[in-house]
């Protein structure tokens, strides 16, 4: 990557015009951070949101949750739970004591402030795919590891795109970086390559610490405007069923001590690692989600924690994971209600099945998306470019999942419900009368430009157009916007002195060895 001068221009030259040509590839919508005015769908009667806490709580109270991180079982003790071994009960009035302390609403701010988003009220957010093993486009036609070029590619949609609001983890494991040092190339990355808010992994000291310094140096800030609010986040799983790992917990504490974000999701799939009863999961998920955020809030009152759930539902013939169910959709709605319970923000996911990015890939994607909608979502992880249940990155279905994420935002937007004088055009109607058309008179022509959703990769045509201009399918359409992006792509501007010092602290903590790995 190239540290020229040029790389400091903010405005005017032939880097902005790059940039604006590169916008100008196809049609997207401004960058804005979507408000969800709908009503939640709320399956749940109040007597079902109580039966579900009231299972949480006696989770946590009679059967406990196993810690497997030493720091965490003395300040569980430190609070007055029942710590046996790694297994802690803690009573409902403690939880639900720590949990009022949990913000509603908080914000991230990355190295450009113009992309800071909201994490509550009625904002939605999406972001990339993040950590599948595999990569796969329509150029290579098969399933591959993934490289640290792909990851990179990847990033680049990920800034291309206006409707994804913040960068997660790796959109694809660059499995051809040693581990030790892999956060430290894909990070570096990831701030040069996009300007939104980042995610670091809680695997470990080392990793955390890290990512939290490239997030500061990146960003031009002090340790103490670091800390002063949230700049990155993180996610965790539980290990359902009932389980924490060490790492995971490690990671969190460090970053709520320094002010950051935390997302805790368990992964509990109906059928295999929770209840098959969909509300059976959904309590499960509830009560480990919970015994993480009130270790947070005792140990940093008031820190910003968000509530996650990956409740699905697995094929019983097979065992495999399956996602954009109906269960799984009931069960993100379920979860919304929860979250409101609690006051906390809540993060879903974009999640499908499908190995290719075919119809079932859309469909279910499409489930997913709309479920996270309708459950008064804050966060929508794996917006965007995820297929085979998470083991496969793919750029073409990034792109088919934008357009579907732009079509969201559409609805969202006010100007479609509006009902002012020009909106309900009373004087439009009058004019053209029972025999005209609309096409031609005033009221259209002001507005044909805005009035209704332009796709960018959608097909519109008839079939003899569309058959005329070549037969191309959506994915190969797909394929030709993502060459396309690649090759029109303009990094966001970085100060050439913060880059450097970035590059600096990569390569000393590469020299040091990085982070520890037993291979």
């Not at 430290?184 to 990831?190: A, E, P």
């Not at 080392?206 to 609010?229: H, N, Q, T, Y």
Request: charged share 20%; glycine share 8%; net charge negative.
């Amino acid at each position: 990557m190239d540290d020229t001068p040029a790389r400091k221009r903010r405005h005017g030259g032939r880097a902005a015009n790059t940039a604006r040509r590169s916008q100008e590839l196809f049609p997207q919508m401004p960058w804005r951070l979507p408000v969800n005015t709908d009503r939640p769908t709320e399956p749940l009667r109040e007597e079902g949101v109580l039966a579900i806490h009231d299972g949480a709580m006696r989770i946590l109270e009679e059967i406990g949750i196993e810690f497997y991180n030493e720091e965490a079982i003395q300040i569980f003790k430190e609070a007055g739970c029942i710590v046996n071994g790694s297994n802690v009960r803690m009573g409902r009035d403690w939880v639900m004591e720590m949990v009022r302390q949990a913000p509603a609403r908080f914000t991230i701010t990355p190295r450009n402030p113009a992309r800071e988003i909201i994490v509550g009220d009625n904002h939605i957010l999406f972001g990339n795919v993040t950590s599948p093993p595999h990569y796969y486009d329509l150029e290579l036609g098969k399933k591959v590891s993934g490289t640290r070029e792909q990851c990179a590619n990847l990033l680049r949609l990920t800034q291309h795109f206006n409707c994804i609001h913040f960068a997660g983890g790796y959109p694809v494991e660059p499995v051809d970086v040693h581990a030790s040092v892999r956060h430290l190339d894909v990070v570096f990355d990831k701030l040069t390559l996009t300007d939104k808010v980042a995610h670091a992994y809680s695997l470990g000291k080392e990793r955390v610490e890290d990512v939290m310094e490239m997030v500061r140096i990146a960003g031009g800030l002090s340790d103490e405007e670091f800390a002063a609010k949230p700049r990155m986040y993180t996610n965790i799983n539980s290990t359902s069923p009932l389980k924490h790992d060490h790492p995971m917990i490690d990671g969190c504490l460090r970053l709520i001590r320094k002010g950051q974000a935390v997302y805790v999701t368990p992964f509990t799939l109906a059928g295999a690692m929770a209840p098959v009863t969909m509300s059976g999961a959904v309590t499960l998920s509830i009560a480990e989600a919970l015994s993480a955020i009130a270790l947070f809030q005792y140990v940093r009152p008031g820190c910003p924690c968000v509530i996650g759930t990956f409740t699905s539902n697995v094929d019983m013939k097979s065992g495999a994971p399956a996602f954009g169910t109906p269960e799984y959709m009931r069960a993100t709605q379920m979860t919304g209600q929860m979250a409101r319970f609690y006051g906390l923000p809540m993060r879903a996911s974009g999640v499908c099945a499908a190995n290719v990015p075919d119809g079932q890939a859309m469909w279910e994607t499409s489930n997913s998306l709309w479920s996270a909608v309708q459950s008064g979502t804050n966060v929508v992880y794996h917006a965007a470019g995820w297929l085979e249940g998470g083991l496969i990155a793919c750029p073409e279905k990034f792109i088919m999942d934008c357009e579907v994420l732009q079509m969201i935002q559409r609805y969202m937007e006010p100007e479609v419900v509006a009902t002012g004088p020009e909106d309900i055009a009373f004087d439009a109607i009058k004019e053209v009368g029972p025999t005209g058309h609309y096409f031609g008179i005033q009221h259209t022509q002001d507005r044909y430009e805005t009035a209704f959703y332009q796709p960018f990769v959608s097909d519109w045509r008839n079939f003899e157009a569309w058959e005329l201009a070549g037969s191309v399918w959506t994915p190969e359409r797909a394929h030709r916007m993502y060459k396309d992006i690649l090759t029109h792509f303009e990094e966001p501007p970085m100060d050439v002195a913060v880059r450097e010092e970035l590059a600096e602290f990569v390569a000393r903590r590469k020299a040091e060895g990085g982070a520890p790995t037993d291979f």
